[in-house]
């Protein structure tokens, strides 16, 4: 069974950082396609970001970029993010996702497993 | 980006209805779509990709249809754990874009 589970969500003021974990099992990590995707609280869905199985291709919102990095350990199974110079408009649930099924492309953005979400709250 | 436009936002029905859901795209995207349920406190699951292919394990009366840049999403005889919230996202152009959500009420 696929098993994403997040952690590292925490309250932080404006301008801080922050590293959120996913740990994954039940499946070959190092075949698939992994994405952040976020939630603020009563609202719409957000693609965050996206790391090829190799991590040799990454993508960002434009909403991130330069402030997030997304990274992977394939030996560890593990999937990161690291947040730079955090805003209110990024609080919101993060959600580790694994694509649906191996993408022979460097992203196929089918989204098949989430993991249940760890809460980002972004204020002073 | 691509803009997506999902209507209704909300809709309210009743047990054994058959209700649908539609998202426009403002470009052509085959059929690189997708569709997700999302129950309150809850992560979204998929339920429908590339269109049209149902997740294994989610009941026939889901379907999904469409091409090019209008897409749909039917649910022929509403069930009670159908209550939800539901969005639409293409896959077509990076970044992937969702669609604002419908929410199902009894």
């Known amino acids: 069974e696929v098993q994403l589970v997040e952690s590292g969500g925490d309250l932080v003021q404006p301008g801080g950082s922050l590293r959120l974990s996913c740990a994954a099992s039940?499946?070959?990590?190092?075949?698939?396609?992994l994405h952040w995707v976020r939630q603020v609280p009563g609202k719409g869905l957000e693609w965050v970001a996206g790391?090829?199985?190799?991590?040799?291709?990454?993508d960002y919102a434009d909403s991130v970029r330069g402030r997030f990095t997304v990274s992977r350990d394939n030996a560890e199974n593990s999937l990161y993010l690291h947040m730079n110079s955090l805003r209110p408009e990024d609080t919101a649930m993060y959600y580790c996702i694994r694509e649906r099924d191996q993408c022979r492309a460097s992203m196929c953005h089918e989204f098949g497993y989430w993991g249940q979400g760890t809460p980002v709250t972004v204020s002073s | 980006d691509i803009q997506m436009t999902q209507s209704p936002s909300s809709l309210s029905a009743s047990v054994g209805d058959r209700v649908s859901i539609t998202c426009r795209t403002s470009q052509y995207i085959s059929n690189y779509f997708n569709w997700y349920q999302q129950r309150p406190g809850k992560a979204p699951s998929l339920l429908i990709y590339q269109t049209s292919s149902r997740r294994t394990g989610v009941p026939s009366r889901f379907a999904g249809s469409g091409s090019g840049s209008e897409f749909t999403l039917t649910i022929s005889g509403l069930q009670p754990e159908d209550f939800a919230t539901y969005y639409c996202q293409q896959s077509h152009t990076p970044p992937p874009v969702f669609g604002g959500g419908t929410r199902v009420e009894i």
């Open positions: 790391i090829s199985w190799h991590a040799g291709s990454v």
């Open positions: 039940g499946f070959t990590f190092g075949n698939y396609v």
